[in-house]
C-alpha cells in the first residue's frame, strides 16, 4: 500500500528525523494530533550517516507513533514523502518505501499495550547504493545521536536519563 486516499489515514511511525526533537520535525510541528512513544518488532535500525534506515529484521525499533491532522493530511503526507525520496508511482526504485506496518504502544490512558496499523518509511540494505550501514543495536535514534555526542565539548548538556 503506498497510496494514500481518504480511507487510508494512518497514522504514521516515525524513528529516525522525523521525531520530537530531530533535525525534521519542523515538517510536522502543528501538524499533528497525537505523539506517542511506540516500538516496532521485526525490524532493525541502520545509520546511514546522518539519517536512519529501518529494515526487516529480528529486532525492535523505537519511534513514535504520531497522528496528523485531517487537515493537513494530504498535503503533510506529500512533504513527507518527497522528504523520503518515496514516489508512490514507483516505490521499487525508492531507497524508502512507505508501508503499512503493525506498531506496538502503551495508551496513556489506560497503559494497556496495543497494536496498531501505521504508515512507516522501510527500505532494504539492497538500496543504500555504496553507503557503509552501521546497524544500532538498540534500535533507538535518538540515543544513538545522543551516544555519537558523547566525548565531545557537548557532552555536558546530556543529561544521563536522556541515555538510559
Partial sequence: MSGTTKHEKYPFFFYGTLRKGQQNYALLRGRTVSEKPAVVSGMELYALGWYPLMVAGEGMVQGELMTIHSHCYEETVKGIDFLEGHNPQIPQTCLYRRELITVHFTGS???????????AYVGSLECTQGKKPRRIPDGDWSKHQLRLIMGTRFEQYISDQRLS
Avoid: E, P, S, T
Avoid at 109 to 115: H, I, M, S
Fill in 109 to 119: 490512558a489506560q497503559k494497556v499495550a496495543q497494536d496498531i496499523k501505521a504508515w
